[in-house]
């Protein structure tokens, strides 16, 4: 064996170490969602279910108690689906919008208002916890999903500008001004032209906004009411429910649930995401 083969044949072995390694939690949390308890206190977490058994996942998401609430991950879910249909549409659009702007039809003081909204990136997040409070019950929008919806909405519209302000310094200038002397208007051009070349952009915007929403637990707790807890704060509390015997299997059931939407994204997608970003969604 030469030494191109004998190194191609390491560097696939350990890149082979390290996704097993990454995805050994996973496997654990699968194979214990599909034991029965008896099984579960064998201790044995890497063995495979001696049958499938998917009552913990029917309890999971029908009857698991959360708090006094035993009506499982069900209602969260449907939550977390309500709000994160407008908020990753809302927020990709008005990134869109403001990367257009920023890059196509610039105006004085442009880069600074770009550079203000880049404090948006990386502002931790327990800042804006008591001034959002503040206008959400102003606006009447408190413990509602929309209040979480315009809490995403917010927040996720400095990296989805950053996005498609780097994007669309790709594009040639010559195709807006081209447009521009055919007659066609600020909407227009956006939608004929800039838009039907933003599909890389688009995807990689539309998965990071869809994972950051769905994944959040911090606006979830803090801005949600009774009935419109998300799905994290469902499980959280689901796990954390006292009760006489702790239902492992349960547990893990409830978390792949949780998990199952940001995985079926990634697996339809995340070749296009990953195209996206060399499309130029991290560049400039």
């Given amino acids: 064996m030469n030494s191109k083969l004998l190194h191609r044949a390491i560097l696939f072995g ?20 599909l034991k029965d308890m008896d099984q579960v206190r064998l201790g044995n977490l890497l063995s495979l279910p001696a049958s499938l058994n998917f009552a913990s996942w029917d309890k999971a998401w029908h009857h698991a108690c959360t708090g006094t609430d035993c009506r499982g991950l069900q209602p969260y879910f449907w939550n977390s ?118 599909t890389p952009i688009l995807v990689v915007t539309l998965i990071w906004q869809f994972t ?16 419109s807890k998300p799905i994290t704060v469902g499980l959280n509390n689901l796990a954390n429910t006292s009760s006489s015997v702790k239902e492992y299997n349960v547990d893990m059931a409830a978390a792949m649930i949780a998990a199952l939407p940001t995985l079926l994204v990634y697996v339809v997608a995340g070749k296009y995401f990953v195209r996206g970003l060399t499309a130029g969604a991290v560049k400039g």
């Fill in 14 to 33: 350990l890149l082979g170490l390290f996704a097993l390694f990454f995805l050994l939690p996973l496997y654990v949390m699968l194979v214990t969602s």
């Fill in 81 to 198: 689906l309500a709000m994160i249909i407008p908020a990753v549409a809302v927020s990709t659009t008005l990134g869109a919008l403001n990367g257009y702007v920023l890059t196509k039809w610039r105006f004085k003081g442009s880069e600074l208002l770009f550079s203000l909204m880049l404090f948006g990136v990386f502002m931790p997040l327990q800042v804006v916890l008591l001034p959002m409070s503040q206008v959400l019950g102003w606006i009447g929008l408190s413990d509602s999903i929309w209040g979480l919806v315009t809490v995403h909405v917010l927040m996720g519209l400095a990296s989805t500008t950053l996005f498609f302000r780097n994007y669309y310094v790709g594009l040639p200038d010559e195709l807006i001004k081209a447009a521009m002397l055919d007659g066609a208007g600020f909407f227009r051009i956006f939608w004929r032209i800039v838009l039907p070349l933003s």
């Fill in 212 to 227: 950051n929403i769905w994944n959040d637990f911090l606006f979830g707790v803090v801005f949600s009411g009774a009935d």
